[in-house]
Each structure stands twice: as C-alpha cells, then as structure tokens.
C-alpha cells in the first residue's frame, strides 16, 4: 500500500478553499482541507513544492510516523502555513485509513461518546433593536446555543455582523480593506445587547460572544463581569493570546468562562493557558492545528485540566474540515460546543458530504472514511480570487487588533 498521487486543489466557490487529495495505488483516495483564510497560496505553495514529493512512495497506514516526518522534518516547525499543511496529510490519511477500514474515522478515535455534537450558530444584527429576530432565527433551527454579534453605534462597520445581511465572510477584497474600531463604544453597548436577549429568551440559551481580540487584559476583565449577569457560555479571544499571562488578569477578575485558540496551531501555543487553567474552551481547528492527530493530543491534555473543546467551524474551513472535526467531536470525553456556520449551496456541490444538522446536533456521515468528497470537475470552474482579511484602526487612525 502506497502513496502514488497527491493533488493540490484551489477553488473559489463564493469564497477560497485548497484541499489536497491523495491516491494510493489501490485507488482508494483520502481529502485533507488546507485552507488558511486570506493567505490560501501560502499553503498551496508549500503543500505543492514541499510535502507533495515527500508523499509519493510513503505507506498512508503511517499516520503518526507520516505526521512526525512532515513535523520535525521540516526543521522549521510549527507556524499556520506548515501546520496547515500537515494538517491536510494527516486529514487524508485518516480518510483514508477509514475506508480500509470499512468504518467511519470515529470509529477508529473509540467510538460515540455522545449521541450528536451540539452546534451553536450565528446571530448577527446591525443594531440592538434587529438582535431579537436574529436570535429567534436560529432558536427556530433548534441551535442550542448562539453567538451575538451586533453593530456599535457610532462605527460604521463591526466584526461578526455582515453589512449586506447575507453570510459574513470577511476577507472581503484583494488588498486589505480598512475598519474603525472604538473600545470605549463596545464596552459601553455590549452588556445591553446581552441584557435584551436575557430578558426576551430566559435563562436557558447558551449565549456567547466573540471579541476577536481586540482589548487588554483589564478592558477584558471589566467585560467580562460585566457580563457575569447574563451567564455567557464564553468570552471568545479577549485579548490577543501571545502574552499569555493576560489571561491571568482576566481570570482573577470574572467568572464569566473563557475560549480561545482558533489562532493557534500548536499543543505548545495553548499548553499554558490549559494547564494553568486559564480558558474554559480551547478552539483550535482540525485544519489549522495540525490535523486529527495533533488536535486530539491538545484535546487530551485539556480534558486533564477540566477544559472543554470550542472548535472553530467559520465557512474559512472547508466541508472536509467540518466532516474531520465532527468525527473528533464525538469521540472525545471533553467536549463543549463545535461552532456551525452552513456553508453556500456552491460549497456543499463542490465538496459533497455526509454530515448533517438536525435538532440543534451535527451528525458525521457513517461512511467508512471522513464522509466527505471533492468534485475536482467542478471545483475547476471556481477559480481563485484574491481575497484578504482587513485591518483595523482606532478613530485616531492607529493600527489596532483585527
């Protein structure tokens, strides 16, 4: 059994995704997502000129060993673009083990340790008078849990709120579109947005919210018990998580629970904040964090230290992402909430899959492998398009957290 073909594939269906396929010489193939937001080529690139010809001749049972070869063998480790990279092998390798296997890739992680995976969706307003409806939209679909995102007065644009009302994808242009951020404003406005959905959806809805980021430590903590009345599930990514010790700060001043970690693309950039239990919900993603393998070691280590899983699942990552995190999602004992946003009617036809919502919970396919597919024919009629995330200045016009 061996590797005999790879394929790096670009495509553009609404927004970009690189997916890499590998064949062995049984023909069975394996789908690895590779897609890092606003920086797809980077990956593509690496993938083609670095990891493709190291594949061809290496036996896909390996994972471990495979996943070690790419890791250390690479010399310079870790960082989103070869973590990416890797992820997309392991990805694939897991497929394709499956289908050998005859048995879905959960299967091969210990089995159910849930019935389904609860998903929490998206709601999004342009002002605190629209939050209501947006929230009541997702209570229909059966989401038990909900993230609010909503407009501040005064800044003419605002993250997690799409400003055509459709689907928020952010990376909006070619070059680096820029936004207006105030802090003064968010903190002032954001517990009344929590304040109204409380009192008109009761105490029984998980709730959380993303900063993206964007405060200090202090500013952080003074949100996040602010907050403490309306008992958020989480404060997503309060402040930026490379001076970690923040986190400390925060802790010593809320109790409203913390997640952080889609940034991250190592055990090593979460393992302080985990062990020191610092965060609530860590929320790397299978594609960015080293795939199936290296996330499982990094959920293994939370489940230790009484830390749930938060995965990221934004449309950046790619059905075969969502198809991978769902089958860990179920294995594991620690899990928390896996985030849903559906992908476009394009995506799901370019990369048809198994996994479905039903009832507030996401269900992996139970077809040997990952479940998941790309149509390489169709995928070929969206070419690439340059698309960037933007930037973010205070109103004085100094460069700030995006």
Partial sequence: MKIVDARVIVTCPGRNFVTLKLVTDDGVTGVGDATLNGRE????AYLREHVVPALIGRDPARIEDTWQYLYKGAYWRRGPVTMTAIAAVDTALWDI????AGLPVYQLLGGRSRDGVTAYGHAYAASLDEVPAAVASLV???????RVQCGIPGLSKTYGVSASGGSYEPADSAVPSVESWSTSRYLAFVPT??????????????????????????????????LEPYALTWLEDPVPAELQDGYRLIRSHTTTPLAVGEVFNSIWDCADLIQSQLID???????????????????????????????HGATDLSPICMAAALHLDLAIPNFGLQEHMPHTAETDRVFPHGY?????????????????????????????RPASLPVNRLEDGTLHSW
């Fill in 193 to 226: 947005v929590f304040e109204r959905v409380r009192s008109e959806f009761g105490p029984d809805l998980q709730l959380l919210h993303d900063v993206h980021h964007r405060l200090t430590p202090i500013e952080a903590a003074r949100l996040g018990r602010s």
């Fill in 41 to 44: 080529l980077a990956v593509e």
């Fill in 140 to 146: 229909a679909q059966n989401y038990r849990a909900v």
């Fill in 356 to 384: 479905h919502f039903a009832d507030g919970l996401l269900h992996p396919s139970e077809e040997p492998g990952l479940g998941v597919d790309i149509d390489e024919e169709l995928a070929a009629r969206y070419p690439y």
């Fill in 97 to 100: 083990k499956g289908k050998y």
């Fill in 281 to 311: 919900y860590v929320r790397c993603s299978v594609v960015h964090a080293g795939g199936i393998t290296h996330l499982r070691r990094i959920f293994d280590l939370a489940a230790l230290h009484h830390v749930r899983s938060g995965s």
